[in-house]
């Protein structure tokens, strides 16, 4: 199974882009990119996914690199209520639904 | 949609006892996941289902700990008997095919 690797937190100034890397080295073909995020004391929210090619929706962008090893999360104007933790995570197998979390990085949004 | 739904929020029961955890899936979605957190170990998948059938359950910690699927929109994790080690925060999710997996607000148990 593919393993991510991330910052174990990061700090980010309100209003500013914040850029959550992650290492994802040993990825194959068919996985997919996985981010979720976690606010204290509720479920995990899914936020974006991709395989290959950038991916933005409402909530943020995707940027995987073309030899798809590294990839990052982009919240394009961070506000307090984006911290949390984030994760990174590799789909496991090409028929499985499930994910494997690993620790996530803490994101502070400070005023 | 409701979401997923989880319930009760809030569990507190005696070394022992046996505790049941429920969870209703988003309507439509055939694969239903059953997770636990704690502070040392994080999120753990703990056992996952496709259309009903359980797939994996290598994530279940031990025999006392079962889970059931009787049809596609409910779904519980049993344990019997409950342990202290067994306080964590559980988490119920659901998905469609590939989708992105669902999460619920999930139960606080704790054993005393």
């Known amino acids: 199974d593919a393993k991510t690797t991330q910052p174990t937190s990061m700090d980010c100034a309100e209003g500013r882009a914040a850029n959550l890397p992650c290492n994802h080295s040993t990825i194959s073909g068919n996985e997919y990119v996985y981010w979720y995020r976690q606010i204290h004391s509720q479920g995990p929210q899914y936020i974006i996914h991709?395989?290959?090619n950038n991916e933005t929706n409402e909530m943020a962008s995707l940027i995987i690199t073309e030899d798809r090893k590294s990839s990052t999360l982009i919240l394009p104007h961070a506000t307090l209520r984006d911290t949390a933790v984030y994760y990174c995570?590799?789909?496991?197998?090409?028929?499985?639904?499930?994910?494997?979390f690993g620790q996530g990085t803490t994101l502070q949004v400070k005023p | 949609d409701a979401g997923v739904i989880q319930s009760p929020r809030h569990e507190v029961t005696e070394m022992g006892q046996e505790v049941t955890l429920r969870c209703k899936p988003i309507?439509?979605?055939?694969?239903l996941f059953w997770y636990r957190q704690t502070m040392m170990r994080g999120l753990e998948l703990l056992i996952y289902?496709?259309?009903?059938?359980?797939?994996?359950d290598s994530g279940m910690p031990e025999d006392r700990f079962s889970a059931k699927m009787p049809n596609a929109s409910f779904s519980t994790l049993k344990i019997q008997p409950s342990e202290p080690r067994d306080s964590a925060v559980y988490f119920c999710?659901?998905?469609?095919?590939?989708?992105?997996?669902?999460f619920g607000n999930g139960t606080r148990l704790t054993v005393t």
């Open positions: 289902f496709n259309n009903n059938v359980p797939i994996d």
């Open positions: 995570i590799v789909r496991v197998g090409s028929n499985t639904g499930k994910l494997i």
């Open positions: 991709g395989l290959k």
């Open positions: 999710a659901s998905s469609s095919g590939h989708s992105p997996l669902h």
């Open positions: 309507s439509g979605h055939n694969s």
